[in-house]
């Protein structure tokens, strides 16, 4: 079974011999995994009036403490956007009706943002579809095959500098 990184590695062997491709193989497939993936979960996204920037910030409050709410720094950091990114999403979603800010209680400069209860029912409604989206697209694996993936994947993260501490 060949797919298309395969024809280009072969197409790159027979016109550069001298070079090794081989980490195309690897960076190539995860490339194409990663365009497929993003247009499975936008669809399932839409599905539900959201846009992958929408679904992150309502994600990343939902799992967040109880009452479900961090500052827009917190927000930024675990989005790993700017601050002008985070605010354009804020923004929106609070156009919508699905988050609040409101001045932090100590400090004034600090804006929390909260999941409003229709926020959080809209989230609470899309995540088993998102999550039902990434099992269908992740099913030719066995479990040990997405175990190993999965630390297979973490330690080349890990090398790039995606660490939380």
Do not use: C, Y
């Not at 001045?103 to 804006?111: A, I, K």
């Not at 029912?121 to 066995?142: C, F, G, K, M, N």
């Not at 973490?154 to 995606?162: I, M």
């Amino acid at each position: 079974m060949t797919d298309h990184v395969d024809r280009v590695l072969q197409q790159w062997g027979a016109e550069r011999p001298d070079l090794d491709v081989s980490p195309m193989a690897v960076l190539g497939r995860l490339k194409r995994l990663g365009r497929l993936i993003d247009a499975e979960q936008r669809r399932t996204f839409a599905a539900h009036g959201l846009d992958p920037a929408s679904f992150d910030v309502l994600a990343t409050l939902r799992r967040s403490n109880p009452p479900h709410g961090l500052t827009a720094a917190e927000l930024m950091l675990a989005s790993m956007v700017t601050s002008g990114a985070i605010t354009q999403r804020l923004d929106r979603l609070e156009a919508r009706g699905l988050v609040t800010r409101s001045p932090g209680e100590t400090d004034r400069r600090v804006v929390l943002v909260a999941l409003t209860e229709e926020g959080r029912a809209l989230i609470d409604q899309a995540l088993p579809d998102h999550v039902e989206t990434q099992r269908r697209l992740i099913a030719a694996l066995s479990g040990p095959e997405r175990d190993t993936l999965a630390d297979t994947l973490r330690t080349l993260l890990e090398s790039l500098g995606d660490r939380l501490d």
